[in-house]
């Protein structure tokens, strides 16, 4: 904890005043000289992380966000709904900090994303530390993407990375549907930490869907949902839910 308190602690300070991807946080590109801020709670039927269930149960996630001049800095937990064996409900924190640009048709998004107390039983419970990009640019009405994140400090080689393809539309003023595809793959060190099997390999594909609807100008629900299905035959053996479907309801608001 004491490497990451050095770490994560001094960034968030300097820069508290973000965002990101899941589940992804709200957008930054609405304006660089501008200030937006926001809470939101999300109730999912599980909590899942990069294509791996990690609490296979209702699980609530509160998350706050400031934004300005390009930069966003997002708080969020996990808590499990449900009474866990150990007796523990917050199941994670993080903390990110991100910067969107836009040069040409190309939308660079760089971020650090800490994860503090964590508590599932099915992973590695170390604090640790993310380092991400994500590229996108559209094609069309869609808009495709790829991630790639970098464990910095925990379990350095750690690498998990995405590519993808989404669409969205606003059908009224209040109404916007946001759907896409997309698929990952990780490193032999990540699956080995987080799934058991030291293997490279392409772990999931999978879809999702959203509607947004803004009940007043600052106030929107989000029901979603995701599908997910490991894309390898030996990571199936490894994980106790290969393929599942993630329902969830967000409430919001924002300014």
């Given at each position: 904890?004491?490497?990451?308190?050095?770490?994560?602690?001094?960034?968030?300070?300097?820069?508290?005043?973000?965002?990101?991807?899941?589940?992804?946080?709200?957008?930054?590109?609405?304006?660089?000289?501008?200030?937006?801020?926001?809470?939101?709670?999300?109730?999912?039927?599980?909590?899942?992380?990069?294509?791996?269930?990690?609490?296979?149960?209702?699980?609530?996630?509160?998350?706050a966000w400031i934004s300005a001049y390009?930069?966003?800095?997002?708080?969020?937990?996990?808590?499990?709904?449900?009474?866990?064996?150990?007796?523990?409900?917050?199941?994670?924190?993080?903390?990110?900090?991100?910067?969107?640009?836009?040069w040409k048709k190309l939308r660079i998004?760089?971020?650090?994303?800490?994860?503090?107390?964590?508590?599932?039983?099915?992973?590695?419970?170390?604090?640790?530390?993310?380092?991400?990009?994500?590229?996108?640019?559209?094609?069309?009405?869609?808009?495709?993407?790829?991630?790639?994140?970098?464990?910095?400090?925990?379990?350095?080689?750690?690498?998990?990375?995405?590519?993808?393809?989404?669409?969205?539309?606003?059908?009224?003023?209040?109404?916007?549907?946001?759907?896409?595809?997309?698929?990952?793959?990780?490193?032999?060190?990540?699956?080995?930490?987080?799934?058991?099997?030291?293997?490279?390999?392409?772990?999931?594909?999978?879809?999702?869907?959203?509607?947004?609807?803004?009940?007043?100008?600052?106030?929107?629900?989000?029901?979603?949902?995701?599908?997910?299905?490991?894309?390898?035959?030996?990571?199936?053996?490894?994980?106790?839910?290969?393929?599942?479907?993630?329902?969830?309801?967000?409430?919001?608001?924002?300014?």
């Amino acid at each position: 904890m004491s490497k990451l308190a050095v770490v994560a602690l001094p960034v968030a300070i300097a820069l508290l005043w973000h965002r990101a991807f899941a589940q992804d946080p709200p957008q930054t590109a609405r304006g660089d000289q501008k200030f937006f801020y926001g809470a939101e709670t999300d109730f999912n039927s599980a909590y899942v992380w990069h294509g791996i269930v990690i609490t296979d149960g209702p699980v609530m996630q509160p998350s706050a966000w400031i934004s300005a001049y390009g930069f966003t800095v997002i708080t969020w937990s996990n808590l499990a709904l449900a009474k866990a064996p150990d007796g523990a409900r917050l199941q994670d924190t993080g903390v990110i900090v991100t910067y969107a640009r836009d040069w040409k048709k190309l939308r660079i998004e760089p971020a650090l994303e800490a994860y503090l107390n964590r508590q599932p039983e099915d992973i590695d419970g170390s604090n640790t530390m993310e380092g991400s990009v994500k590229l996108s640019f559209p094609a069309g009405p869609f808009r495709i993407f790829t991630i790639h994140a970098f464990d910095m400090l925990a379990y350095k080689g750690a690498y998990f990375g995405e590519v993808g393809l989404s669409y969205e539309r606003h059908f009224t003023k209040r109404t916007e549907l946001a759907a896409g595809v997309r698929s990952g793959w990780a490193s032999s060190k990540f699956n080995d930490v987080y799934i058991g099997l030291d293997k490279a390999a392409l772990n999931f594909m999978g879809a999702e869907g959203m509607l947004t609807y803004h009940v007043r100008p600052h106030v929107y629900l989000q029901p979603h949902l995701e599908f997910s299905r490991s894309a390898d035959r030996q990571l199936r053996e490894y994980l106790p839910s290969p393929t599942f479907v993630n329902l969830g309801l967000a409430i919001g608001i924002e300014f």
